[in-house]
């Protein structure tokens, strides 16, 4: 089975700091994604990748940055966190091509004080 | 925005009936796909019905597609407590390989 795994569950931070967020799936999978999901918004998209050293904005990138230095990791930044960046982000990978379901880990609840 | 709507927002029914949720979106696609979301986890991806589709099947779900109306449905028959979670439609558009998702569909069995 695919396995994505976010590296914290829940996270606090204060206002101002720089924030990683680590997402690493281990299915050698070229697209990766990052969303955050607030209630009544459904999931939008921040940034997604295609291949290594390679970044797309999405619907919301305003605020974010991403790093994928290796295949199996995406990184999603916040450089300076604010507290309209409270939410839940989700990552998310595929295999290439069209028809692809995407594989999702199960979040990080980011609060930002 | 290319976002789809859900309907309802929340549906509550008893364990056994049938649920059925509805997804509409604004432009032509490529396929479309149904996830779920427990609380407090990731999505998880049921079924992708392509363009060319009308109906698909898996299991105790049905989905259908009417692409002259912009919209699909999920059906879920004999329902069962586990199947309480959130239902998500996303939508794969023509050119891209990202997915747009609704808002979601709030879904709690009765036991």
């Known amino acids: 089975d695919v396995k994505v795994t976010q590296s914290s569950r829940y996270l606090v931070k204060r206002t101002g700091e720089k924030v990683f967020l680590e997402c690493v799936q281990d299915?050698?999978?070229?697209?990766m994604f990052w969303y955050r999901q607030d209630p009544g918004l459904g999931l939008r998209l921040i940034y997604f990748s295609y291949d290594v050293k390679m970044k797309e904005k999405g619907d919301i990138p305003e605020g974010y940055s991403v790093s994928r230095e290796k295949k199996e990791r995406f990184s999603l930044i916040l450089e300076s966190a604010s507290t309209n960046q409270t939410s839940m982000y989700l990552c998310?990978?595929?295999?290439?091509?069209?028809?692809?379901?995407?594989?999702f880990g199960d979040g990080t609840r980011l609060s930002i004080l | 925005s290319q976002q789809g709507e859900e309907d309802p927002q929340a549906l509550s029914i008893q364990e056994g009936e049938n649920a059925t949720m509805n997804c509409s979106y604004k432009t032509s696609i490529n396929n479309l796909q149904w996830y779920r979301q427990n609380s407090g986890r990731g999505l998880v991806h049921l079924i992708l019905?392509?363009?060319?589709?009308r109906e698909k099947h898996s299991g105790r779900l049905r989905v259908t597609l009417d692409t002259s109306k912009k919209s699909s449905s999920l059906l879920i028959t004999a329902s069962r407590a586990a199947d309480t979670a959130s239902y998500f439609c996303a939508t794969e558009h023509f050119g891209n390989e990202k997915l747009t998702f609704g808002t979601g569909t709030r879904l709690t069995i009765i036991p």
């Open positions: 998310a990978s595929s295999s290439p091509g069209f028809d692809q379901p995407q594989h």
């Open positions: 019905i392509r363009s060319n589709e």
């Open positions: 299915m050698d999978h070229e697209n």
